[in-house]
C-alpha cells in the first residue's frame, strides 16, 4: 500500500463512451503524474501537475483531458477512446526536490471496444 | 536527453541462484536512481533509491544496487532468487534538481524457476 489510490481498478468503455479515471493520494505531496502503460512498451509519461498547475503535457492527444482541482486528487477524462489507448494507467505522486521518489498507485487497466 | 537502458529485457535463474539485473544512465552529472519493482496489473512499488550518500545502497527484499560513476551504472543484485521475485524491473532516473522528470527504462522481466 503505497498511499497513492486509483478508482476503478478496471474499466472497459466503448469508443463513443465518457469515463474518468480519479486518483487521491493523502500522502503531503504536491507533483501528480499520468503514466500510460502498455504492453511491450516503456512507460509513457502524459502529465504531471506541480501545485495544481499542469507543467508537462507529453504530446497527449485531446481524447485525454486531466484535471487537478487539489494537491490530492488528480483525474483523467476519457472520450473518443481508441482500441489502441487501451492500457494500464498508472498515477503517481511526489514531493517537488531532489531525490525523492514517486509513489505509484495500483493503476487502472482500460479496455476500449 | 537523458537515458535509461536495461540491457536484458528477459533475465531468468533458478530458485536459489544470485539475481542480476543491468542498468546504465546517461547523465550529464549525477541524477538520483531508483529501481522499482511491479507485479502483474500491479503498481510500482519502490525497491531502493540512490541519492548520493553511499554509493552501496540497501533495499527492500534483499535487494541491493552500486552506483559506479566511472561506469554510469547502477545495476541491481540479490544473493538468492526466490519464487516471490518474479516481476518486472524498473531503473528510473531523476536527472533534475526539482525530482519530478522521472526517466524510466525500458524494463526487465526477471523469472525464477523451481
Known amino acids: 500500500e503505497t498511499g497513492v489510490t486509483q478508482t476503478p481498478r478496471h474499466l472497459v468503455m466503448g469508443m463513443t463512451n465518457k469515463k474518468s479515471l480519479k486518483c487521491e493520494q493523502h500522502?503531503?505531496?504536491?507533483?501528480m503524474y499520468w503514466y500510460k502503460q502498455s504492453a511491450k512498451k516503456p512507460l509513457e509519461l502524459m502529465f504531471v501537475?506541480?501545485?495544481?498547475?499542469?507543467?508537462e503535457n507529453n504530446s497527449v492527444p485531446s481524447r485525454f483531458s486531466p484535471e487537478c482541482p487539489n494537491s490530492s486528487h488528480l483525474f483523467l477524462h476519457l472520450h473518443t477512446l481508441q482500441p489502441e489507448d487501451s492500457a494500464l494507467y498508472l498515477c503517481?505522486?511526489?514531493?517537488?526536490?531532489?531525490?525523492?521518489?514517486?509513489?505509484f498507485g495500483q493503476g487502472t487497466r482500460l479496455t476500449v471496444v | 536527453a537523458q537515458s535509461v537502458t536495461q540491457l536484458d529485457s528477459h533475465v531468468s535463474v533458478s530458485e536459489g541462484t544470485p539475481v542480476l539485473l543491468r542498468c546504465n544512465y546517461s547523465?550529464?552529472?549525477?541524477?538520483?536512481l531508483f529501481w522499482y519493482v511491479q507485479h502483474p496489473n500491479k503498481g510500482l512499488q519502490l525497491l531502493l533509491k540512490?541519492?548520493?550518500?553511499?554509493?552501496l545502497v540497501k533495499g527492500i527484499n534483499g535487494f541491493e544496487a552500486e552506483f559506479k560513476k566511472s561506469e554510469t551504472s547502477f545495476h541491481l543484485t540479490k544473493p538468492s532468487a526466490h519464487m516471490s521475485d518474479a516481476a518486472e524491473y524498473f531503473c528510473?532516473?531523476?536527472?533534475?534538481?526539482?525530482?519530478?522528470?522521472?526517466?524510466f527504462g525500458p524494463g526487465t522481466r526477471l523469472s525464477v524457476l523451481p
Open positions: 500522502l503531503g505531496h504536491n507533483a
Open positions: 547523465s550529464s552529472y549525477s541524477p538520483s
Open positions: 501537475y506541480n501545485f495544481k498547475e499542469q507543467t
Open positions: 503517481a505522486s511526489s514531493v517537488p526536490g531532489k531525490s525523492t521518489e514517486a509513489f
Open positions: 528510473v532516473a531523476s536527472p533534475d534538481n526539482y525530482g519530478q522528470n522521472f526517466v
Open positions: 540512490y541519492t548520493s550518500a553511499a554509493t
